[in-house]
T-cell receptor, first 115, second 112 residues
Framework: GAVVSQHPSWVICKSGTSVKIECRSL??????MFWYRQFPKQSLMLMAT?????????EQGVEKDKFLINHASLTLSTLTVTSAHPEDSSFYIC???????????FGPGTRLTVL | SQQGEEDPQALSIQEGENATMNCSYK?????LQWYRQNSGRGLVHLIL?????REKHSGRLRVTLDTSKKSSSLLITASRAADTASYFC????????????FGPGTSLSVIP
């Protein structure tokens, strides 16, 4: 089946630094990728939709200047959390959709801890 | 909000019992999916049921969908301690290129 990977699986950073998270579709071309955030004991909340070669579409309340998304190729989307603060600590999950897919395929997630 | 509700929020049962979780949503859908998530881990896709389907089975899992009531249920039969996890329903209104909207989830504890 289709596989989506994320890197890193976890990251700890200091407040004020920027962190980049990668999402890759390993065996299919993903024209659309999605980024979700999940706080402890809560559900996944969609942050943005990323289409290859175009600007991401952000959900209401998500700061596009803080969460930079780049979908430069059909197999890679990146989420950069700029000037991270402790409240950005969360589990970030991406998903990808490809041609003919019934559903999206989810990555294993990246746990971000901002000190 | 398009986001659905899940019922119950938490469920604790003895090993061997059946577990039923319900999900309701507010909009028309193309399909509904159930996912499992162990604590601190990624999502595991369980079942996808399309809007024109009423019931699907996969091993010990049985999912029903009632589009007239905008609701779905997930039944886990003969539960095991390893089934302990959070379970989420998620809806898609259009194709797989459209966003997936997750319900709040049900936390299931199966006591050995």
């Amino acid at each position: 089946g289709a596989v989506v990977s994320q890197h890193p699986s976890w990251v700890i950073c200091k407040s004020g630094t920027s962190v980049k998270i990668e999402c890759r579709s390993l065996d299919f071309q993903a024209t659309t990728m999605f980024w979700y955030r999940q706080f402890p004991k809560q559900s996944l909340m969609l942050m943005a939709t990323s289409n290859e070669g175009s600007k991401a579409t952000y959900e209401q309340g998500v700061e596009k200047d803080k969460f930079l998304i780049n979908h430069a190729s059909l197999t890679l989307s990146t989420l950069t959390v700029t000037s991270a603060h402790p409240e950005d600590s969360s589990f970030y999950i991406c998903s990808a959709s490809g041609p003919g897919a019934d559903t999206q395929y989810f990555g294993p997630g990246t746990r971000l801890t901002v000190l | 909000s398009q986001q659905g509700e899940e019922d119950p929020q938490a469920l604790s049962i003895q090993e061997g019992e059946n577990a039923t979780m319900n999900c309701s949503y507010k909009t028309s859908i193309n399909n509904l999916q159930w996912y499992r998530q162990n604590s601190g881990r990624g999502l595991v896709h369980l079942i996808l049921i399309r809007s024109n389907e009423r019931e699907k089975h996969s091993g010990r899992l049985r999912v029903t969908l009632d589009t007239s009531k905008k609701s779905s249920s997930l039944l886990i039969t003969a539960s095991r301690a390893a089934d302990t996890a959070s379970y989420f329903c998620a809806i898609t209104r259009g194709t797989s290129y459209d966003k997936v909207i997750f319900g709040p989830g049900t936390s299931l504890s199966v006591i050995p």
